[in-house]
């Protein structure tokens, strides 16, 4: 069986603020896949986030997580807002919910690309000498080691001394599968791979590097080249059309991914996957809620649409799909339309007006 012909369920979680906004126009992609192109996606929705602590008394329902177990995929709209922001932080959606599900599924990757197209430098904070050329680059980041997670992790106060302590932990383990993956993507890109560490310095990066070293290996046609950390950020804003896959440690590449998102104007058009080794992941837009223009009609709905590529392409396995969907969100862009956060102020359509336009490309294909 093709996987054309596969039936595939979609866990929905449109969550909070502009989440909700968004995933409609993410489900219209999903009609057209499933009428023009005999998909057979099936989705279900739940709640999540604040939506579900009004509801339910809290962020994340038993029936969510069972749907999710029990679907082939997730797509996140967003989570959490003002109304929950002085909850405790345990009880706060995105911990109580998000990063319980990131844990419970074992999600140890993230794969965030950020894309400017050569003829909308002009969207870029960029200098233009710099932003003319475009840039293409895929953040690998790690999900689940590095100093987020190493024990002890605390605040001590004892007689006369009163600190804190985080840990910086790394298993060889951990660093091949991400390595691997890495250049298994640049393989399918630009063969170029930049590790970015700070080896001059951390014993946890020292065996990164040299771990990554060995993988390569194995991947002669693929160019890998290490920074460290601080020399990268400057590398990454001086010339990111130079680069193509950044893999990085969890620290790192939770800064270095919002630096690349930026750089193409705006966070409403940058998604992500984080994806567990059985390739089941959850697919969401880099951005969080956005209160400040919830109902307002106006959330740029591509992070969400291509959010669903990545889901396509990394949990369905249906790469070409992916592509043409990616192909018709660039289209619509060069046909001029613009959503409010990259319009500068100028004409605009809103959510649902983008939402039908990138549908109007898909078709024509
Ligand atoms: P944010 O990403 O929600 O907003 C930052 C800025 O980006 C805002 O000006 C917003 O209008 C803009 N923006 C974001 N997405 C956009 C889109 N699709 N179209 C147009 N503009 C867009 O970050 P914040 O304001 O710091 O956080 C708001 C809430 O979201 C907080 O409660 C935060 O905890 C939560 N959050 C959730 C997630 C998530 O669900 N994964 C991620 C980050 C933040």
């Given at each position: 069986m093709n996987n054309l012909q596969k039936k595939y369920k979609i866990a929905v979680l449109p969550g909070d603020g502009i989440g909700p906004e968004v995933m409609q126009e993410a489900y219209k992609i999903i009609k057209i896949l499933n009428k023009k192109f005999n998909t057979k996606i099936y989705t279900k929705e739940y709640d999540i986030g604040g939506i579900a602590i009004d509801k339910y008394?809290?962020?994340?329902?038993k029936k969510t997580l069972v749907g999710c177990e029990k679907s082939d995929a997730i797509l996140l709209g967003s989570i959490g807002g003002p109304k929950w922001d002085n909850l405790p932080s345990n009880k706060r959606p995105e911990v109580s919910s998000l990063l319980f599900i990131r844990k419970y599924f074992k999600f140890f990757i993230n794969l965030r690309p950020s894309i400017l197209i050569n003829k909308l430098?002009?969207?870029?904070?960029?200098?233009k000498k710099i932003s003319k050329k475009g840039f293409n680059i895929l953040c690998i980041r790690d999900l689940?080691?590095?100093?987020?997670?190493?024990?002890?992790s605390k605040e001590v106060k004892e007689k006369n001394k009163h600190y804190a302590i985080d840990t910086t932990i790394y298993h060889t383990y951990e660093i091949k599968r991400i390595a691997k993956i890495a250049f298994e993507e640049a393989m399918n890109r630009k063969y170029k791979v930049l590790s970015i560490d700070k080896s001059n310095v951390l014993q946890t990066s020292k065996l990164w590097r040299k771990t990554v070293n060995k993988i390569s290996i194995n991947y002669p046609k693929v160019k890998l080249s290490h920074l460290y950390f601080d020399n990268a950020v400057m590398q990454i804003i001086k010339n990111?059309?130079?680069?193509d896959v950044i893999l990085c440690p969890n620290l790192i590449g939770d800064i270095i991914s919002d630096q690349c998102g930026i750089l193409t104007g705006s966070i409403g058009m940058i998604p992500s996957a984080s994806i567990n080794e059985k390739k089941f992941g959850l697919y969401e837009?880099?951005?969080?809620?956005?209160p400040d223009i919830q109902?307002?009609?106006?959330?740029?709905?591509i992070a969400q649409i291509l959010s669903l590529s990545m889901l396509i392409k990394y949990s369905f396995n249906m790469n070409n799909l992916s592509n043409l969907i990616n192909l018709a969100v660039k289209k619509t862009l060069l046909k001029g339309y613009k959503t409010y956060d990259i319009s500068n102020g100028k004409k605009f359509l809103s959510t649902k007006e983008m939402g039908n336009e990138i549908v109007k490309s898909l078709i024509e294909g």
């Open positions: 008394g809290k962020s994340l329902p430098h002009n969207l870029s904070p960029l200098n689940t080691g590095g100093i987020y997670f190493g024990k002890p990111p059309n130079k680069f837009p880099a951005g969080g809620s956005a109902g307002k009609k106006i959330a740029n709905p």
